[in-house]
């Protein structure tokens, strides 16, 4: 194939020219050592391009295959091929100046004959990224095996009938785990690709939950022995391509990690389209995982509000990300966690160019709404507005019975002895509506 720096037809990395800027490729708003609230633009946002989408799609849909022929994907030479599409990888993270990365097992090096020639592929691309990273200064967001694309997986993997696919998955997993830990991943991820079932007809769904709670069981404990210092992340998906998956939603997934007993050791990284595939918007499940303490990392990218799937399209809207990232600013970020562009160009965006432009405007987008974000929470009338609401509970009695000082009796007493009537009140929703337009 032609050389790596030819594929992009430029060499210059995009860079911060202000909103007036003429040049198609340059960031309008994303200026990364501009302070936000006490820290860099790119401290808040950690960008990540995840190699699956932008380095291994071949651009198929269910009606047709392959519109980009990437000069990577062909050829006989296998590992040859998976080299020649990590010098492409790392020029793009490059000409982006992005700070991070993502892949799965199987983006970056092929599946061999046997899971010992899939681990060794996956040694020799990880020390070729070592040696890239060292050079670039580009970080490993996460890793993460990829447990649904082969056929053995086809019936799941830690909840597979077979205990055979169950203990190829933790081999797997174990392989993947440790190369993230040698390449100095921040985290891990576990996407239940066909953690689920098809049809209740042939689904024990009590035994395979306690198979999905051992496996992860045990990945938390191996995390330990081998000293990974980075966090494990389940990624929530309510279907596709299952019927239905067992990490549905935030609320299920903390169901899940409560009864297993993992809650302190496993965190969320929460996907846009997969908050809206589940019926809630992406601030719902970020509102939620913070408020229980299991908020880590996110997949940004969209849906088509038109089409009921999982289009995994750039975020393009600033109103939308916003809200997101207020939430993250309330919680207090996301820690080791970062944004992973977990979205693809479309079908028919053939040119190389295509791949910048989708991730500078993506870029742009959070940028902004990151300002938006940080203006509502330096301004202080959202939160001041939602604290007013429950002011109530500051008081003595609502402290009480709140803090388990009253039992229902007494309760009831009060409200009858005082002759307690509740005074309904506005919720305000179109003035806070209207407030959140001031910033976006
Ligand atoms: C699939 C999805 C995955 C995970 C990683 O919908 O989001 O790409 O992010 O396995
Ligand atoms: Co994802």
């Not at 790596?4 to 990364?32: H, M, N, Q, T, W």
């Not at 019926?279 to 088509?304: K, M, P, Q, T, V």
């Not at 002011?391 to 005082?418: K, Q, T």
């Amino acid at each position: 194939m032609t050389k790596a720096a030819d594929f992009f037809a430029r060499s210059a990395p995009i860079r911060y020219a202000g909103p007036d800027a003429v040049e198609p490729l340059a960031f309008r708003c994303y200026d990364k050592d501009r302070v936000v609230l006490g820290k860099r633009m790119e401290e808040h946002l950690r960008f990540a391009v995840c190699y699956w989408h932008s380095l291994g799609w071949p651009g198929g849909d269910p009606f047709g295959g392959e519109t980009f022929f990437r000069p990577w994907m062909h050829g006989d030479d296998a590992m040859a091929l998976a080299r020649a599409k990590a010098d492409v990888a790392f020029e793009l993270f490059r000409l982006l100046d992005v700070p991070f990365f993502c892949f799965h097992d199987r983006d970056v090096a092929p599946e061999g004959d046997t899971l010992a020639q899939s681990t060794a592929n996956l040694h020799a691309i990880a020390e070729l990224f070592a040696a890239k990273m060292e050079q670039a200064k580009v970080r490993l967001l996460w890793g993460t095996a990829n447990l649904f694309s082969h056929p053995r997986y086809m019936a799941g993997a830690a909840t597979n009938p077979d205990p055979d696919v169950f203990a190829y998955a933790c081999a797997q997993v174990k392989a993947v785990l440790e190369v993230t830990h040698g390449l100095g991943g921040q985290n891990y991820v576990l996407w239940g690709g066909r953690e689920g079932y098809e049809t209740l007809l042939n689904t024990d769904i009590g035994r395979e939950l306690d198979q999905l709670g051992r496996f992860l069981t045990l990945v938390v404990e191996h995390k330990h022995r081998i000293g990974f210092s980075g966090t494990i992340l389940i990624e929530p998906k309510p279907r596709e391509p299952t019927k239905h998956q067992y990490d549905f939603d935030v609320a299920a997934v903390h169901g899940f990690l409560r009864r297993y007993g993992l809650e302190r050791e496993v965190k969320v990284n929460i996907e846009a389209n997969h908050a809206t595939l589940a019926g809630h918007s992406f601030e719902h499940e970020i509102a939620l995982a913070a408020a229980l303490g299991i908020l880590g990392s996110l997949d940004i990218n969209r849906g088509d509000p038109q089409s009921g799937w999982d289009t995994d399209q750039f975020p393009n809207s600033v109103p939308e990300v916003a809200l997101a990232l207020y939430h993250v600013l309330r919680a207090g970020g996301l820690g080791s966690g970062g944004l992973n562009f977990d979205a693809k160009i479309r079908r028919q965006s053939i040119d190389p160019e295509d791949l910048l432009h989708a991730h500078v405007g993506a870029m742009d987008v959070c940028a902004r709404a990151l300002l938006a974000a940080a203006a509502m929470v330096e301004d202080g009338r959202l939160a001041g507005e939602v604290a007013a609401r429950y002011a109530g509970w500051e008081s003595r009695e609502g402290r009480a019975m709140l803090g388990g000082e009253r039992s229902l009796a007494e309760i009831a007493a009060r409200v009858e002895r005082d002759a307690i009537e509740p005074r309904p009140r506005s919720g305000r929703q179109e003035y806070l509506e209207n407030l959140v337009n001031r910033y976006v």
